[in-house]
């Protein structure tokens, strides 16, 4: 799928410290894959380039670069301990090392401050730049969210857009100032509110339902909404939003003539590939041969 290869079209911004006008950093970049087009507040990209040498820029966004030798062996996706960098938004920088490649996490500044809105003294969180970390959780993050680039984006909005709130709540609470402690919500969301949730993802299974959605018919912010909805259900948004469209889709494949591909696209699934990869893996079995067992 990512097979095709361009020269640096990032869509994560950079600007002139001095002007504020859109740079390009290289000529000698290449833009493996891009999630610019998925998900909301957050954009991953895999960067792949010779050495590169920049002029001074700063991005409007905080990010979080995984950086690994090209051709490095890594294992489902992992990364080299100590090369994972956090550089918050609008500081200027810049960039000198030889032929590398580089996962960047762009997270939006509005982001990250509904993460430091639920943290105590949040007033005086801002996040710090550091360089050369190891840090579990960033992997694991970063891994999850690259695996789901190169499966195609099989598991939807919400999910890449659930790992940025993650990923947000995690830097507030290690990486800033005063290091300042998330809380741990409990409440907020109360059986009203949770109804008006779950009838809402129920009326629009067909479409590419998003967390910032779900999180304003809650009254919540996207932090507390998905760790008090997780509470509540037992499972994340994501995987509650996949699973209520695999089980929409069981009375469509048994009771129905519908084509695979007419209950892929009811169900907002991109794709009968997707569609299947998905229903195979909570079932156990394919649409089809989910079907021909009830004919």
């Known amino acids: 799928m990512f097979g095709d290869h361009t020269k640096h079209s990032s869509h994560i911004a950079t600007r002139d410290p001095v002007t504020g006008d859109a740079v390009a950093l290289s000529d000698d970049v290449t833009l493996v894959w891009s999630s610019a087009a998925q998900w909301s507040g957050i954009v991953v990209e895999l960067h792949r380039f010779g050495s590169l040498d920049t002029p001074e820029f700063y991005v409007p966004d905080h990010l979080v670069v995984l950086r690994r030798a090209i051709g490095e062996r890594h294992d489902h996706g992992s990364?080299?301990?100590?090369?994972?960098?956090?550089?918050?938004?609008?500081?200027?920088?810049?960039?000198?090392?030889?032929?590398?490649?580089?996962?960047?996490?762009?997270?939006?500044?509005?982001?990250?401050?509904?993460?430091?809105?639920?943290?105590?003294?949040?007033?005086?969180?801002?996040?710090?730049?550091?360089?050369?970390?190891?840090?579990?959780?960033?992997?694991r993050i970063a891994n999850a969210l690259e695996a789901e680039a190169n499966g195609g984006f099989r598991s939807g909005r919400v999910y890449g857009e659930s790992m940025g709130t993650a990923l947000a709540a995690h830097l507030v609470s290690r990486y800033s100032s005063g290091r300042s402690r998330v809380r741990e919500h409990t409440g907020g969301l109360s059986p009203c509110r949770l109804r008006r949730v779950l009838n809402y993802i129920d009326e629009n299974l067909a479409e590419d339902v998003c967390l910032d959605a779900l999180a304003r018919i809650a009254g919540l912010s996207q932090h507390r909404f998905a760790h008090n909805f997780k509470r509540a259900t037992g499972q994340p948004p994501h995987q509650f939003v996949i699973r209520r469209r695999i089980e929409r889709a069981k009375p469509l494949l048994r009771d129905t003539d519908e084509t695979i591909a007419t209950v892929t696209y009811a169900l907002g699934f991109s794709n009968p590939s997707r569609f299947t990869y998905l229903f195979r893996r909570e079932t156990g079995i394919t649409p089809s041969r989910y079907r021909k067992s009830f004919r």
């Open 79 to 139: 990364v080299a301990y100590g090369r994972i960098s956090l550089l918050p938004a609008q500081t200027p920088r810049r960039i000198r090392h030889g032929a590398s490649e580089m996962l960047v996490i762009a997270l939006a500044p509005e982001l990250v401050a509904q993460a430091r809105a639920g943290s105590e003294g949040a007033d005086e969180v801002e996040l710090e730049e550091v360089h050369a970390i190891e840090d579990a959780q960033i992997e």
